[in-house]
């Protein structure tokens, strides 16, 4: 069984205008994103475990989760295909998974297909390809070798075609006997193997294989059909993909396995050809290609059918746009040397093209038919590779790969590519002073970064077969330099292959400027980090005007807003993509499984996120449950407002009382963002609603860049009704134009519930009029706003003063006395954030309220209140004495989930536990050991 996650598809934009006010200029316009679906086998993961662990704590991990390993993988070690038990989705095994210490990474496995080919016109005139490419005049130097290999890993051969059958690579387990006479781990595999159906027989029954193979090497010189790129060479069969033309990830992996077994007797394997790719980022698999790479083994993959630039999402279309230097990525040209029309493409993602549009080839059962797809266009490069191996034997993978990329035909409808060449056979195995130099990293013409984390660079510098000297940087404004280097050091993957690589790691935001050889430049954005802090709760009410975005189950819609909105001090954009499952980005998220998989912070894949509440939410489409945007407001200080109305859950989706409602606000003219929360309880109607209230399966931050984030929250129930987090960058004030002080300077509540006035001065010295929404205590005060002297929200006019009573009552509980000091308060208006801050604030001492500490839901919650707290500590042993927990935080309150350090949850019983608090004045305060009972 499957299930179907929607992605973003950059193409499939359909504008829809949802309001009747037409393009106003204060109304946001709302853009629905389409998406192709990605599927995964339901009941199965992919799981690696760290190096050393032991076999019992993996047996023990999979029994925890009731699953059980069916498959353990070499090529990748440590990495398990596990069945998943009944009543378990791939979800929440994937988070179960990854709370044990001892899991590198889990995930789906995937569903792979051919990469989208169909039969064409026979009108083409046949083997256009091969005359294209010059095919004939390389013939007069080599037509191949049978010592060379190359395995397809696709549908299978028909290993008894007639233009085929001597070409087939032939191992020596041919005998029939049913036994494994080469010990590989698989019977009579003559040809290659079929990990669709478990056997040793790769017999295709697609017909896509076949003629892949056909145009490697279809058999020359034998005066039956057609001839491939090679007249003699030897094709290994690997079955994965069934007669559809579907597979599986683990069975990728198995032939990638299979291949570098094989590779590792003796075999002489240049290259495997993978026609065939899917959405969604693999480490398995990426780990794999990883493995054939060590081996000196070529990856050629198709490019894609999608018609899409690889550049914005690297990992738009897989295997072929994962960044390793032994993959060749293949785009499709048509007859006329054009780019068809079909094929995707990336200056720097994408390396070269070959003929992919009315391809004659070998099918099963003797015939011939015309394909196209980028399917085609690869197997012409996997035949150029082999030619050169046989052209001379002592070639490594790196020779191979810079000949066929430098060797080609330059053409302006390939200036997309990263060579911006066709292949060319006869180039390739002559090749002279031909140089290709061309960035690779950043892919993306303008990227956001962070302060003080390094931006990888490099670039491919070749001369035919070689590297041809390092490649420099330049950052303006400064003029730093960076010299790239290829000597497999850092972040260079590999020394000698001609890939230049080298990091710059700003040191103050601002924005940049990438200088690379021949007037390339990439503009760099590099972004504040943010930090947080509680706010006064002032819900923007949008119920009248906000817009639906008729979002549904993991959707995505793109606004355009009319003013920009401003990120990080130097990032931002008019355009913000908005997701049903709680955030916001201002670029479209790569393609990566499961957005409803929360992560923490960073994540990975991402290159920024606001993440009120990333969550698996449900907004439901054509209904008030849903996600809603409006423009608040006046030039120069309008407010974006995006809202969650009444969405619901995923795993307690009915009845849909069961909601939550929170909402973020962005500010005209600065950065701060706004998160607030009206409503964050999902209620008590399933497990998954206990679980997930209050944030407890949801993750709360800003990443401004990959790598860079400052996290509020990771599944932890910290979320409150009718609260707010303001997030600032802390550059300057927030509101320059207004001072605000408070008298007197300190207030001493002496008993409980104690009522006190403080009197705040606001002055606004601008030229126009602000207006203050709402005020709160700092966050270290034990006191209560009761009522403020006259209501807010209130007017400030340009040049005048305003004095706002407000009456507080400090705390219920002692001890007594409790000081509170000068800024008492952070309020909020519509042109920022200011702070009470006439005198400066005092460094009081240690001062607690009680603290508590209770089970709920799988987690234990600590919260501790007070003035001066510095950090809280939570120490959990059980009976004997042994420590079970033991985590630290700086915030004032701790949701620990009750898992041992080996990813087991703790047994019910009785357990001790220990409070411990730390004070900013060097204050220790350590509770008595206290009983806890967990049920």
């Given at each position: 069984m499957?299930?179907?996650?929607?992605?973003?598809?950059?193409s499939?934009?359909?504008?829809?205008?949802?309001?009747?006010?037409g393009?106003?200029d204060?109304?946001?316009?709302?853009?629905?994103?389409a998406?192709?679906?990605?599927?995964?086998?339901?009941?199965?993961?992919?799981?690696?475990?760290?190096?050393?662990?032991?076999?019992?704590s993996i047996?023990?991990?999979?029994?925890?989760?009731?699953a059980?390993?069916?498959?353990?993988?070499t090529?990748?070690?440590?990495?398990?295909l596990v069945?998943?038990?009944?009543g378990?989705?791939?979800?929440?095994?994937?988070?179960?998974?990854?709370?044990?210490?001892?899991?590198?990474?889990?995930?789906?496995?995937?569903?792979?297909?051919?990469?989208?080919?169909?039969?064409?016109?026979?009108?083409?005139?046949?083997l256009?390809?091969?005359?294209?490419?010059?095919?004939?005049?390389?013939?007069?130097?080599?037509?191949?070798?049978s010592?060379?290999?190359?395995?397809?890993?696709?549908?299978?051969i028909?290993?008894?075609?007639?233009?085929?059958?001597?070409?087939?690579?032939?191992?020596?387990?041919?005998?029939?006997?049913?036994?494994?006479?080469?010990?590989?781990?698989?019977?009579?595999d003559?040809?290659?193997i079929?990990?669709?159906n478990?056997?040793?027989?790769?017999?295709?029954?697609?017909?896509?294989?076949?003629?892949?193979?056909?145009?490697?090497?279809?058999?020359?010189?034998?005066?039956?059909?057609v001839?491939?790129?090679?007249?003699?060479?030897?094709?290994m069969?690997?079955?994965?993909?069934?007669?559809?033309?579907?597979?599986?990830?683990?069975?990728?992996?198995?032939c990638?396995?299979?291949?570098?077994?094989?590779?590792?007797?003796?075999v002489?394997?240049?290259?495997?050809?993978?026609?065939?790719?899917?959405?969604?980022f693999?480490?398995?698999?990426?780990d794999?290609?990883?493995?054939?790479?060590?081996?000196?083994?070529?990856?050629?993959?198709?490019?894609?059918?999608?018609?899409?630039?690889?550049?914005?999402?690297?990992?738009?279309?897989?295997?072929?746009?994962?960044?390793?230097p032994?993959?060749?990525?293949?785009?499709?040209?048509?007859?006329?040397?054009?780019?068809?029309?079909?094929?995707?493409?990336g200056?720097r993602?994408?390396?070269?093209?070959?003929p992919?549009?009315g391809?004659?080839?070998t099918?099963?059962?003797?015939?011939?038919?015309h394909?196209?797809?980028?399917?085609?266009?690869?197997?012409?490069?996997?035949?150029?590779?082999?030619?050169?191996?046989?052209?001379?034997?002592?070639?490594?993978?790196?020779?191979?790969?810079?000949?066929?990329l430098?060797?080609g035909?330059?053409?302006?409808?390939?200036?997309?590519?990263?060579?911006?060449?066709?292949?060319?056979?006869?180039g390739?195995l002559?090749?002279s002073?031909?140089?290709?130099?061309?960035?690779l990293?950043?892919?993306?013409?303008?990227?956001?970064?962070g302060?003080?984390?390094?931006?990888?660079?490099?670039?491919?510098h070749?001369?035919?077969?070689?590297?041809?000297?390092?490649?420099?940087?330049t950052?303006?404004?400064?003029?730093?330099?960076v010299?790239l280097?290829?000597?497999?050091s850092?972040f260079d993957q590999?020394?000698?292959?001609?890939?230049?690589?080298?990091?710059?790691?700003?040191?103050?935001?601002?924005?940049y400027?990438?200088?690379?050889?021949?007037?390339?430049?990439v503009?760099?954005?590099?972004?504040?980090?943010?930090?947080?802090?509680?706010m006064?709760?002032a819900?923007?009410?949008?119920?009248?005007?906000?817009?639906s975005?008729?979002?549904?189950?993991?959707?995505?819609?793109?606004?355009?807003v009319?003013?920009?909105?401003?990120f990080?001090?130097?990032g931002?954009?008019?355009?913000?993509?908005?997701?049903?499952?709680?955030?916001?980005?201002?670029?479209?998220?790569?393609?990566?499984?499961?957005?409803?998989?929360?992560s923490?912070?960073?994540?990975?894949?991402?290159?920024?996120?606001?993440?009120?509440?990333?969550?698996?939410?449900?907004?439901?489409?054509?209904?008030?449950h849903?996600?809603?945007?409006?423009?608040?407001g006046?030039?120069?200080?309008?407010?974006?407002?995006?809202?969650?109305?009444?969405?619901a859950?995923?795993?307690?989706?009915?009845?849909?009382?069961?909601t939550?409602?929170?909402?973020?606000?962005?500010?005209?003219?600065?950065?701060?963002?706004?998160?607030?929360?009206?409503?964050?309880?999902?209620?008590?109607s399933?497990?998954?609603?206990?679980?997930?209230?209050?944030?407890?399966s949801a993750?709360?931050?800003?990443?401004?860049?990959?790598?860079?984030?400052?996290?509020f929250s990771?599944?932890?129930p910290?979320?409150?009704?009718?609260?707010?987090?303001?997030?600032?960058?802390?550059?300057?004030?927030?509101?320059?134009s207004?001072?605000?002080?408070?008298?007197?300077?300190?207030?001493?509540?002496?008993?409980?519930?104690?009522?006190a006035?403080?009197?705040?001065?606001?002055?606004n010295?601008?030229?126009?009029?602000?207006?203050?929404?709402?005020?709160?205590?700092?966050?270290?005060?034990?006191?209560?706003?009761?009522?403020?002297?006259?209501?807010l929200?209130?007017?400030?006019?340009?040049?005048?003063?305003q004095v706002?009573?407000?009456?507080?009552?400090?705390?219920?509980?002692?001890?007594?006395?409790?000081?509170?000091?000068?800024?008492?308060?952070?309020?909020?208006?519509?042109c920022?954030?200011?702070t009470?801050?006439?005198?400066?604030?005092?460094?009081?001492?240690?001062?607690?309220?009680?603290?508590?500490v209770?089970?709920?839901?799988?987690?234990?919650?600590?919260?501790?209140?007070?003035?001066?707290?510095?950090?809280v500590?939570?120490?959990?042993?059980d009976?004997?004495?042994r420590?079970?927990?033991?985590?630290?935080?700086?915030?004032?309150?701790?949701?620990?989930?009750l898992?041992n350090?080996?990813?087991?949850?703790?047994a019910?019983?009785?357990?001790?536990?220990?409070?411990?608090?730390?004070?900013?004045?060097?204050?220790?305060?350590?509770?008595?050991?206290?009983?806890?009972?967990?049920r």
């Amino acid at each position: 069984m499957m299930r179907s996650i929607k992605l973003l598809v950059g193409s499939a934009l359909a504008a829809v205008l949802l309001s009747s006010g037409g393009f106003a200029d204060d109304l946001p316009i709302v853009q629905h994103v389409a998406s192709d679906p990605q599927e995964y086998v339901q009941d199965q993961l992919l799981v690696r475990f760290k190096p050393g662990t032991s076999g019992h704590s993996i047996a023990a991990t999979h029994t925890a989760i009731g699953a059980r390993a069916v498959r353990a993988f070499t090529i990748v070690s440590d990495l398990y295909l596990v069945q998943l038990p009944a009543g378990i989705s791939v979800k929440e095994a994937i988070a179960r998974y990854r709370s044990d210490k001892n899991v590198l990474y889990a995930e789906p496995n995937l569903i792979l297909k051919v990469a989208a080919t169909y039969p064409d016109d026979p009108r083409f005139d046949e083997l256009w390809g091969l005359q294209t490419i010059d095919a004939p005049e390389a013939w007069e130097i080599t037509t191949g070798s049978s010592d060379v290999v190359v395995a397809v890993i696709d549908t299978g051969i028909d290993y008894t075609h007639e233009d085929l059958a001597e070409n087939i690579w032939q191992n020596e387990d041919c005998d029939s006997d049913g036994t494994d006479d080469d010990d590989n781990g698989y019977v009579d595999d003559c040809h290659g193997i079929d990990t669709v159906n478990g056997d040793s027989d790769p017999m295709d029954d697609n017909g896509h294989g076949t003629h892949v193979a056909g145009t490697i090497g279809a058999v020359g010189d034998n005066a039956i059909g057609v001839v491939g790129v090679n007249w003699e060479v030897r094709l290994m069969a690997c079955k994965f993909l069934d007669a559809w033309g579907f597979g599986t990830l683990a069975g990728a992996l198995a032939c990638l396995e299979y291949v570098q077994v094989m590779r590792d007797r003796g075999v002489n394997i240049v290259a495997t050809n993978n026609s065939w790719g899917g959405f969604g980022f693999s480490q398995a698999l990426f780990d794999a290609i990883a493995a054939h790479l060590s081996r000196g083994i070529l990856f050629i993959a198709a490019a894609g059918n999608l018609g899409e630039d690889h550049d914005p999402e690297p990992d738009l279309f897989l295997p072929s746009g994962y960044y390793l230097p032994n993959i060749i990525a293949v785009a499709a040209t048509a007859s006329d040397d054009t780019l068809t029309w079909f094929s995707d493409y990336g200056r720097r993602t994408v390396h070269l093209g070959a003929p992919g549009e009315g391809i004659l080839s070998t099918v099963p059962g003797n015939n011939y038919e015309h394909f196209r797809g980028t399917s085609m266009a690869a197997p012409h490069v996997a035949g150029v590779a082999a030619l050169l191996k046989a052209q001379n034997p002592a070639r490594d993978w790196r020779a191979i790969k810079n000949l066929i990329l430098a060797g080609g035909d330059t053409l302006t409808a390939l200036r997309n590519t990263i060579t911006q060449k066709r292949l060319n056979a006869h180039g390739a195995l002559t090749c002279s002073n031909s140089v290709v130099r061309s960035r690779l990293r950043p892919s993306q013409n303008e990227i956001f970064a962070g302060v003080g984390i390094a931006i990888t660079l490099s670039a491919l510098h070749i001369k035919c077969a070689n590297p041809n000297g390092a490649v420099t940087v330049t950052i303006t404004p400064g003029g730093t330099t960076v010299t790239l280097q290829d000597n497999g050091s850092g972040f260079d993957q590999v020394a000698g292959d001609g890939i230049y690589s080298g990091q710059w790691t700003p040191t103050t935001g601002g924005i940049y400027t990438l200088n690379f050889p021949d007037g390339d430049t990439v503009t760099v954005r590099v972004l504040n980090a943010y930090s947080h802090s509680p706010m006064p709760f002032a819900w923007r009410d949008i119920t009248e005007g906000g817009i639906s975005l008729n979002l549904g189950d993991e959707s995505l819609a793109m606004i355009t807003v009319p003013f920009p909105v401003l990120f990080g001090d130097f990032g931002g954009s008019h355009h913000l993509f908005v997701g049903s499952n709680g955030h916001i980005s201002f670029a479209p998220p790569r393609f990566f499984f499961g957005d409803f998989l929360n992560s923490p912070l960073p994540a990975p894949l991402r290159a920024n996120l606001v993440a009120p509440f990333w969550d698996d939410l449900l907004p439901i489409r054509g209904s008030f449950h849903n996600v809603f945007v409006a423009v608040r407001g006046t030039p120069p200080t309008r407010e974006l407002v995006i809202e969650w109305r009444d969405v619901a859950h995923f795993e307690c989706a009915f009845p849909l009382m069961d909601t939550v409602r929170f909402q973020v606000v962005f500010f005209e003219g600065r950065s701060e963002i706004l998160f607030q929360y009206a409503d964050t309880d999902f209620g008590i109607s399933g497990p998954g609603c206990l679980a997930a209230n209050r944030g407890g399966s949801a993750t709360v931050g800003v990443q401004i860049a990959p790598g860079v984030a400052t996290q509020f929250s990771f599944n932890a129930p910290v979320l409150a009704d009718n609260t707010a987090i303001l997030w600032s960058t802390g550059l300057g004030p927030s509101c320059p134009s207004v001072t605000a002080t408070a008298s007197p300077a300190t207030v001493r509540y002496t008993r409980a519930n104690q009522i006190a006035v403080i009197r705040v001065t606001l002055r606004n010295t601008g030229t126009a009029p602000v207006r203050l929404e709402g005020i709160a205590p700092q966050r270290d005060e034990r006191f209560t706003v009761v009522r403020t002297g006259p209501r807010l929200p209130l007017t400030i006019r340009p040049g005048r003063s305003q004095v706002l009573t407000v009456q507080t009552r400090g705390p219920a509980t002692g001890p007594f006395p409790v000081t509170a000091t000068s800024p008492y308060f952070t309020l909020v208006l519509d042109c920022g954030v200011v702070t009470t801050a006439g005198e400066p604030r005092l460094l009081g001492p240690l001062q607690l309220e009680p603290v508590h500490v209770e089970v709920r839901s799988g987690y234990v919650q600590l919260s501790a209140h007070g003035v001066g707290i510095e950090s809280v500590r939570l120490q959990l042993f059980d009976l004997s004495g042994r420590t079970v927990l033991d985590h630290q935080n700086r915030e004032t309150s701790l949701a620990v989930p009750l898992v041992n350090e080996e990813g087991r949850r703790l047994a019910n019983g009785v357990y001790l536990y220990v409070v411990t608090l730390h004070g900013r004045d060097g204050t220790v305060w350590r509770s008595e050991v206290r009983k806890l009972i967990v049920r």
